[in-house]
Nanobody, 114 residues
Framework: QVHLVESGGGSVQPGGSLRLSCAGSGIILSSKNMAWFRQAPGQQRELVATLLLSTRTTYKNSVKGRFTISRENADNTVYLQMNSLRPEDTAVYYC????????WGQGTQVIVSS
């Protein structure tokens, strides 16, 4: 079975940093265009960042310059480094392929609050 497991979330103050991890099982993440999504309370899930096989990355405008998506092929893991966090970044974060091929995991909660 294919699973994606997100981790690394937590509660931080504005301006803080977190590094999210997405570990794959039953799927080779290095062969997929991968993405991070997030869903804030009462909001629809939205695309935050993508990492293509070409190594090209794209970001939601509001996170450009603050978030970095990357992958570690040896660990079959995709990361999202989040710096200068803002309260509006508060959400549950999920990873998936860009075309959302995999059943959604549990996500990892990020809370940014003073």
């Amino acid at each position: 079975q294919v699973h994606l497991v997100e981790s690394g979330g937590g509660s931080v103050q504005p301006g803080g940093s977190l590094r999210l991890s997405c570990a794959g099982s039953g799927i080779i993440l290095s062969s997929k265009n991968m993405a991070w999504f997030r869903q804030a309370p009462g909001q629809q899930r939205e695309l935050v960042a993508t990492l293509l096989l070409s190594t090209r990355t794209t970001y939601k405008n509001s996170v450009k310059g603050r978030f970095t998506i990357s992958r570690e092929n040896a660990d079959n893991t995709v990361y999202l480094q989040m710096n200068s966090l803002r309260p509006e970044d508060t959400a549950v974060y999920y990873c998936n392929t860009v075309d959302r091929q995999v059943q959604w995991g549990q996500g990892t909660q990020v809370i940014v609050s003073s």
